[in-house]
């Protein structure tokens, strides 16, 4: 049983998900230094991919084609709020020390990011970067399925980077 399954706020999330991964890494980091590290790094490769996906939300007439900033976050700046902005995303549900809930939404697809802070090993925690898409039109599926192998190496990369001292 994965950490995410025994937070309510996640299994109501899940319904009707169209797509779901998960991706671990462990930490000595709290959970707001893990999102900040996670969500505040953009290595140049990782704008490039997000230039390219720029040009593909233009041609689908997409409501946000920018690129994030990816400006380095400090820890007190991640929002527990709902309604609260880390980065480009929107807080929607947040515990802390145990989870946070973020939405980035456009007309296309609702994407969500959550990272779940489960149990500790000694001095390690386990965090689930969990990524929940619902499609809500049929430019959904075509836009996540051409980003989909890319959306693996961010997702990735951001685990690793939250996981970092």
């Known amino acids: 049983m994965s950490t995410f399954d025994t937070v309510p706020e996640l299994r109501a999330l899940l319904s009707g998900a169209d797509h779901v991964d998960v991706k671990t890494a462990e930490s000595t980091a709290s959970l707001r230094q893990f ?3 996670a969500m505040g790094r953009s290595p140049a490769w990782m704008k490039a991919l997000f230039l390219a996906r720029m040009v593909l939300a233009r041609m689908l007439r997409l409501r946000d084609p920018s690129i994030p900033a990816g400006a380095p976050l400090r820890a007190e700046e991640i929002s527990f ?14 515990a802390e020390d145990r989870f946070i809930v973020l939405e980035a939404a456009d007309t296309h697809l609702a994407g969500y990011l959550a990272v779940v802070a489960g149990p500790s090993v000694g001095a390690r925690t386990t965090f689930e970067v969990v990524t929940v898409v619902k ?6 599926p075509v836009y996540f399925n051409v980003i989909r192998p890319f959306h693996h190496l961010v ?6 980077a939250g996981a970092r001292p």
């Not at 997702?155 to 690793?160: E, F, L, P, S």
Request: glycine residues 10%; positive net charge; aromatic residues 14%.
């Open 155 to 160: 997702v990735r990369h951001m685990a690793n």
């Open 35 to 37: 999102v900040a590290r």
């Open 135 to 140: 499609y809500r039109r049929w430019t959904g």
């Open 81 to 94: 709020t709902p309604g609260g902005k880390v980065a480009f995303f929107t807080v929607t549900a947040a």
